[in-house]
């Protein structure tokens, strides 16, 4: 099993930035892939960017010059660091990661909120 908790979500005028953080704990070990999805209500949960073992990362064109992804193992961390956010973006994120098996691992999800 993984754990995820998510922090450094809140309110935010159009064009600010926020970083959003997820801890992991658990079987580390078995992970090789890290990702961030959002999810607005009545819509799919949808993903935003994902890095894997080789620092790989590709992103939704949507998020695209404006997201970043990064992670350290050694924390047992991996951020998405927002820039220009927009009212779009509002949405609850998630953290997600993909472990060997496989099996995939949620976290309970922040709210981000992007005011005009």
């Known amino acids: 099993q993984v754990q995820l908790v998510e922090t450094g979500g809140g309110l935010v005028q159009a064009g600010g930035s926020l970083r959003l953080s997820c801890a992991a704990s658990?079987?580390?070990?078995?992970?090789?892939?890290w990702g961030w999805f959002r999810q607005v209500p009545g819509k799919e949960r949808e993903l935003v960017a994902r890095?894997?073992?080789?620092?790989?990362?590709n992103y939704a064109d949507f998020v695209k010059g404006r997201f970043t992804i990064s992670r350290e193992s050694a924390k047992n961390m991996v951020w998405l660091q927002m820039t220009s956010l927009k009212p779009e973006d509002t949405a609850v994120y998630y953290c997600?990661?993909?472990?060997?098996?496989?099996?995939?691992?949620w976290g309970q999800g922040t709210q981000v909120t992007v005011s005009s």
């Open positions: 658990g079987r580390l070990f078995t992970i090789y892939s």
């Open positions: 890095i894997n073992l080789s620092n790989s990362a």
């Open positions: 997600n990661v993909v472990a060997y098996g496989p099996e995939e691992f």
